[in-house]
């Protein structure tokens, strides 16, 4: 029997991180459990409602968040509130496949406007890597707003 997955990211500010991955992937930040959310409304103001009314502390209320595939086929991201800092490289990071099935300057075009894009939205570009076949396709190395490396790949 398979499992699934949840990725877990430790974070300074979870609500912001959730946001970012939210938008990188085409996810969605989920309501409260039981709470229907109409289109367009805030799920972090529904949050802020639902933890009030359990009596969470208001320093605590943004120490956790998630994002999900809204089709429901992407593994769950979790974001928790921790005190100390990154201070090394990933051992476990992110591919962001944004160029399927696309090859040479066709992908690397694609991958180059999907990073302008997550710049816009907080990122920083660490390392374009150009194809190199027979086995290199050609990446981007970027980092989030908190410093996790991801690749678009």
Known sequence: MSRTVQVTFDAHDPRSLSRFWAEVLGYAVPGPPGVELADGANPFEAWEGFLAGLGVPEHLRGARSAAEDPDGDGPR?????????KVAKNRVHLDVRVAPGLAGEERMAALEAECERLVALGARR???????????????????????EFCLD
């Open 77 to 85: 991201l979790f974001f928790q509130q921790v005190p100390e800092e």
């Open 126 to 148: 660490i390392a374009r890597h150009d194809p190199e076949p027979p086995l290199g396709a050609g990446h981007i190395v970027m980092a989030d707003p908190e410093g996790n």
